[in-house]
């Protein structure tokens, strides 16, 4: 199964303790048996201290939470590009609104996701930042309102134009780029409304981690596909 195979669902482990550590590489497995068992390709975001553990694990997308625009040098503090490629990471996310980047620092990292063969995943929160980081190509953009995430009010029921808009203004620049839909999705309903309005996926995470039975909700999240 490819790494960038739409429909796709990828699931940001945040911070969360039922997603770190052990936690995280159990969940892993169940993201695995469920996208085996679905077909649907599934990617996952741990933290970065669990991706060389995760990825030794499971073989399903496996992606950074975030990359920083800087080179091998002095940087403590700072997540490498160059490390999450020698983790043998698919991609990253990149913008999510609880880690914001500077415009340039956006586009420094799209661009060295490129270059060391990364997964770009580029959040955005409304049509008109939607439309101005297409122009620097991602492989995704993902549309979250962050007023909606973790709520469990999803942002294809709430705030629908935002995602049908964002996917027509995002075309217009270049009609390659994915888009994900994101914030407040939890069940196949939610799945099943993003992609009727255009999106390719969906970007989550309290919805399945916080789930009591994690497989079974991510299977139950694919159903309508």
Do not use: W
């Amino acid at each position: 199964m490819s790494k960038t195979e739409t429909p796709i669902i990828i699931l940001n482990y945040k911070t969360y303790m039922e997603s770190t550590g052990k936690n995280a590489i159990q969940l892993s497995k169940y993201v695995q048996e469920a996208s085996q068992e679905t077909g649907v390709n599934m990617a996952i975001a741990p933290q970065a201290v669990d991706l060389y553990p995760i990825i030794n694990e499971v073989d399903i997308p496996v992606y950074s939470q975030h990359m920083d625009a800087v080179s091998p040098g002095g940087h403590t503090g700072s997540t490498l590009p160059e490390a999450i490629k020698q983790v043998n990471a698919s991609g990253t996310l990149i913008n999510h609104s609880e880690k914001r980047m500077t415009l340039a620092d956006i586009d420094a990292i799209v661009e060295k996701a490129k270059e060391l063969d990364l997964v770009s995943v580029l959040c955005t929160n409304n049509v008109k930042t939607s439309a101005a980081v297409a122009s620097f190509n991602p492989d995704f953009i993902a549309i979250e309102p962050p007023e909606l995430i973790g709520t469990g009010i999803p942002v294809s029921k709430a705030d629908p134009d935002v995602v049908s808009n964002s996917v027509d203004e995002i075309h217009k620049i270049n009609k390659d780029i994915s888009v994900l839909c994101g914030a407040g999705i939890s069940t196949g309903e939610d799945v099943k409304a993003a992609l009727e309005l255009g999106s390719e996926g969906v970007l989550l995470a309290s919805g399945i981690i916080k789930a009591e039975d994690q497989k079974q909700a991510l299977i139950d999240l694919v159903s309508l596909i």
